[in-house]
């Protein structure tokens, strides 16, 4: 096992990193911008170094200064978290030339699974059911060659990154090949690919994954679902464990798509597979995002298993010491995630408590929340025994929650909570969309 992590992000997930190398008896280097210099992940870790200035590109992703702090500090391993370099082929090739664990999986698993359109082909030829779609377009007009020939409306998507970027949806002819060339445009300055495909919308539909762990003799074990259809912008808001529209049958379906995508992908450690479920019941592999999810600890309440730790662990080479059929899913969990809606200074923080009742953040009273990074504020997370119980849970753990001094979206997650669709389970992507919030 090692003795030294680096924690090579910031915020509300190097904290939850560095709880959990704690409790595994594991010393933590956190790396920090000059914005982040009086950060809580900085003050909680064994050591810190500075590493550039508060742009991202002078720190966060500045894959050498990383690499050189691990070094300085004699850390084993990296734990590159969510966002910034977790999807980095190249920074984890870096880890591996240095002799430095990178906790995910291999460089060219990142880098396959990165290329959508090469991810596409690859699930085509495992069985999994993939939505149908083109190959990379050159220009607009092969795009509204397969338009026409697929039928509208469309998805132009960039074949790289995540995150929403690179997407626009074209319902005629008419939009297309302003979309294709924003699309593009996007993409390349998101990803420096500007590489697009297209893909049938499927509309209406839920947005389904299912976490796994791989570990590297071949141990596959899926962890059940997460419901994560309540998005603006194909950013998520809401997520819950287990679906309310996944029953047993269709759990199993999706847990043998799940394990036969990570099993062509040869993947190792910690993943998530990404499905649309129609209204028949029909779902398609989207992408697999090659890390640890945002939404992680609704997985980790419901089945009583730590991904975080089961990170380390397989990065070591500790094999997983449950199977399939260990799985137990117990409850049900929801995760709000609480946005800022502009920068400020928080004057008063007011965290709510009781039994099972989780928010995952990096803030304190008097901190300045800097305008240079991702606008999460933390992650308020609630298990119950039952649905109904989880919403009346997480509705009084928002009512309880205060965060003065920071314009934040508390309000925006009570009214969804208390959305009748919401509370009966009967949504999907286009659900703020209809209700006017977009």
């Not at 199993?252 to 649309?276: M, P």
């Amino acid at each position: 096992m090692f003795s030294k992590i680096l924690i090579a992000n910031r915020g509300e997930v190097a904290i939850r990193i560095i709880r959990a190398c704690k409790e595994m008896g594991i010393q933590t280097v956190a790396v920090y911008s000059l914005a982040d210099k009086e950060a809580l992940h900085v003050a909680l870790a064994d050591q810190s170094v500075c590493i550039g200035e508060a742009s991202t590109s002078d720190s966060y992703l500045n894959a050498e200064r990383i690499i050189s702090a691990a070094i300085i500090t004699k850390a084993q391993a990296i734990h590159p978290g969510y966002g910034f370099m977790s999807e980095s082929p190249r920074f984890a090739e870096l880890c591996k030339k240095n002799g430095i664990d990178f906790i995910g999986p291999s460089p060219e698993v990142i880098s396959l699974m990165g290329d959508k359109d090469q991810a596409r082909q690859m699930m085509k030829k495992a069985g999994v059911p993939v939505i149908p779609g083109t190959d990379i377009l050159k220009n607009p007009g092969e795009a509204a060659a397969a338009a026409k020939r697929i039928g509208y409306p469309v998805l132009i998507k960039a074949r790289s990154g995540g995150g929403g970027k690179g997407i626009r949806i074209v319902t005629g002819e008419e939009e297309l090949e302003n979309a294709f060339l924003t699309a593009s445009h996007e993409a390349q300055e998101a990803f420096g690919d500007g590489a697009v495909y297209l893909e049938k919308q499927i509309n209406p539909a839920k947005h389904i994954e299912i976490q796994l762990l791989a570990d590297e003799t071949g141990n596959i074990v899926c962890l059940a679902e997460r419901e994560c259809s309540i998005q603006r912008n194909n950013q998520k808001l809401i997520e819950e464990s287990p679906s309310p529209a996944v029953d047993g049958a269709l759990r199993a379906r999706l847990t043998d798509a799940a394990i036969k995508a990570a099993r062509a992908a040869g993947y190792c450690n910690a993943g998530t597979i990404e499905f649309l479920l129609d209204t028949d019941n029909s779902f398609y592999f989207m992408e697999m995002n090659v890390r640890l999810q945002v939404e992680h600890g609704i997985t980790e309440q419901i089945t009583g298993i730590d991904i975080v730790k089961w990170q380390i662990r397989i990065a070591a080479g500790v094999p997983l010491d449950f199977t399939q059929k260990d799985v137990v899913i117990e409850g049900n969990a929801i995760e709000c995630r609480i946005n800022a809606s502009s920068v400020g200074r928080v004057t008063f923080l007011h965290v709510p408590g009781g039994p099972r009742v989780r928010f995952d953040s990096a803030l304190f009273t008097g901190y300045a929340v800097p305008p240079f990074y991702d606008s999460l504020l933390g992650k308020l997370i609630v298990h119950a025994k039952t649905r109904e119980e989880a919403i009346r849970k997480m509705h009084a753990a928002l009512c309880e929650l205060v965060i003065d001094g920071v314009p934040n979206n508390i309000d925006e997650q009570i009214s969804i909570l208390s959305d009748k669709r919401f509370v009966k389970g009967d949504y999907n992507t286009n659900f703020i969309k209809e209700r006017g919030d977009d």
